[in-house]
Nanobody, 125 residues
Framework: QVQLVESGGGLVQAGGSLRLSCAAS????????MGWFRQAPGKEREFVAT????????YYADSVKGRFTISRDNAKNTVSLQMNSLKPLDTAVYYC??????????????????WGQGTQVTVSS
């Protein structure tokens, strides 16, 4: 059992940066695979990035590779998403997700058991 709360969203100009954070409850956080997903109005939720339980392995969507960095701090029960060189197409609600089963390279939303409430990211042109 884990509860997730995202923060750090906001309005930023194209080319700018934002850092999203996800705070998790539970003593077993370090055993969960963590992921970031996003959803724009009228579109399906899509994969952004994942990180293995230990933090040693990461996986990114092609659309964000080289611009976004996912990381976790198991001592603080947090996972972060550093977003650089933001584009208007990055505008979406960003969700933190967790699963106690599977592998870090899972990209499908249905693989994840727990979700945060989401945080809005808006990139202006």
């Amino acid at each position: 059992q884990v509860q997730l709360v995202e923060s750090g969203g906001g309005l930023v100009q194209a080319g700018g940066s934002l850092r999203l954070s996800c705070a998790a409850s539970g003593r077993t956080f370090s055993s969960y695979i963590m992921g970031w997903f996003r959803q724009a109005p009228g579109k399906e939720r899509e994969f952004v990035a994942t990180v293995s339980a230990s933090g040693s392995s990461t996986y990114y969507a092609d659309s964000v590779k080289g611009r976004f960095t996912i990381s976790r701090d198991n001592a603080k029960n947090t996972v972060s998403l550093q977003m650089n060189s933001l584009k208007p197409l990055d505008t979406a609600v960003y969700y933190c997700a967790a699963t106690s089963r599977g592998h870090y390279y899972y990209t499908q939303p249905f693989r994840y058991n727990y979700w945060g409430q989401g945080t809005q990211v808006t990139v202006s042109s």
